[in-house]
């Protein structure tokens, strides 16, 4: 088999990638390198079938990643029978192409579908080759999704923390390059101008929970407020445990209004939320603005620094960072020389 040499190359690369979505960018690359389809697409959907993500790669190289992809009616109806069939579903498009989809695997939030559109109808071996690669793939997965989650709480977890946020940076310093000095398209898309937010919280007097009631059910109280957290937040914001107590949220929001009403809402939750032995558990939230110009410890410091002054001044609230600073509650946390982490 002349493309052999080529499949143990392929495979090869996809199995040292530890990035999830690298890992998915790469599987679709394989894929159209082995069968040259028009294109294959990569969808993820929630239990109701609205799709949520998309990654395709296209026949000339190109390639996209959407968050959401409504415009497609023809992708829709396929991953609608694919659904219902829960197996693999060929079909033909108006356009004379042939169409296949594969089912290939449920997250804990959302489910995963490949469909690949082709000039000819796939050879059965050619199919039991792609079931081949999203074996591989869907193994992988689970070993990545095991790597990067809290096993307690499902969370993501502190491991994961400094890239994903480092990630948030980046594209904090991308919307700020594409909007700059452009008022006019800020006006046409307001949607742009949306920046990310980060919240630590802390769970108040935690330790006294454990302390009285012992650590079985301060762990059934990290658990249940993890499930709190997902309700309280899309699927597109970043959750972590970011240890013992502590979690982290990062949120996109047009504003701080925005993210205020985010934050409040979760907060407001936990609050009201009846655990069983313990009844009322109240966190305290220090949030600040991701910018562009930022390093991950900075950003740290000053959700720190908010939550800090949240802890002191009653607790059960959310402090924003840049709204102390205004109101001359706090001092501004100090700039590392050489953006050197100061460790004592």
Known sequence: MSSTPHLLDRLA????????????????????????PEQVTMIKYDESGD???????????????????KDQPELQSVLRMTRRLNAPYHSRLANGNSISAFPVLDFQLLSVCLIMESRRQGASNDIKLIQGLLEIYRN?????????????????????????????????????????????????????????????????????????LGHIYGDEVLLLMSQIMRDSFRESDLLFRFGGEEFVVVTENLDMQGA???????????????????????ISFGAVKVGSADVVHAVLDKADKALYFA??????????????????LIEPARAKLNQEVELF
């Open 140 to 212: 992988f997965c689970h070993l990545i999704e095991d790597a990067q989650r809290d096993q307690l709480t499902g969370l993501l977890n502190r491991k994961t923390f400094d890239e994903s946020i480092q990630r948030v940076i980046g594209m904090s310093s991308s919307l700020s390059t594409t909007y700059q000095n452009q008022e006019e398209d800020r006006r046409s898309h307001p949607d742009c101008d949306s920046s990310y937010w980060l919240g630590l919280i802390d769970i108040d007097n935690f330790k006294k929970i454990n302390d009285t």
């Open 13 to 36: 690369t996809l199995t040292s990638i530890r990035d999830l979505e690298l890992l998915e960018f790469s599987l679709l690359k394989t894929v159209h390198e082995l069968f040259r």
């Open 311 to 328: 802890k002191q001044n009653g607790k059960n609230r959310v402090c924003f960072y840049e709204e102390l600073i205004q109101a001359g």
């Open 260 to 282: 205020k009403t985010a934050f409040e809402r979760f907060r407001s939750k936990v609050e009201q939320f009846n655990f069983p032995q313990v009844g009322q558990v109240t």
């Open 51 to 69: 799709v949520k993500y998309t990654m395709r790669y296209g026949h000339d190289g190109s390639h996209e990643s959407l968050k959401t992809k």
